[in-house]
């Protein structure tokens, strides 16, 4: 077994509770593809929206929830592979105690399906 072990548990978005993500400062924004979710941090899928960013960029990411409301996640990109298709992983960083309620319950909920 390798020396790191994971900090939170991590569950994926299912079509019937999806993490609805964009990411982006100002009038533009992008769509970010969610493999999994735990409460210290995402692993995304690389699409165009992430070629561009660098590990140690932060991230202003913007959750639309099923409930209609807005939750700020601000991240920082931790690694990230070289090309599209691959997985970049994003840290949370000072989370607001809303997000981190939001979260919590987003995850808790995932977990106990069993996703």
């Not at 493999?35 to 991230?59: E, F, H, K, Q």
């Not at 931790?78 to 090309?83: F, G, S, V």
Request: glycine fraction near 12%; charged fraction near 25%.
């Amino acid at each position: 077994m390798g020396a790191e072990r994971r900090k939170h548990v991590r569950v994926c978005p299912t079509a019937d509770m999806p993490l609805v993500l964009t990411c982006g400062d100002g009038m533009i924004s992008q769509s970010l593809q969610v493999m999994d979710v735990s409460l210290g941090g995402l692993a995304l899928i690389v699409d165009d929206a992430l070629m561009t960013r660098n590990v140690g960029d932060v991230m202003p990411i913007h959750w639309k929830t099923t409930g209609g409301g807005a939750v700020e996640l601000p991240a920082v990109i931790r690694h990230k592979a070289a090309t599209e298709g691959g997985i970049c992983g994003v840290e949370f960083e000072d989370l607001s105690d809303s997000a981190l309620n939001v979260l919590e319950r987003y995850v808790t909920e995932m977990f106990e399906r069993g996703n």
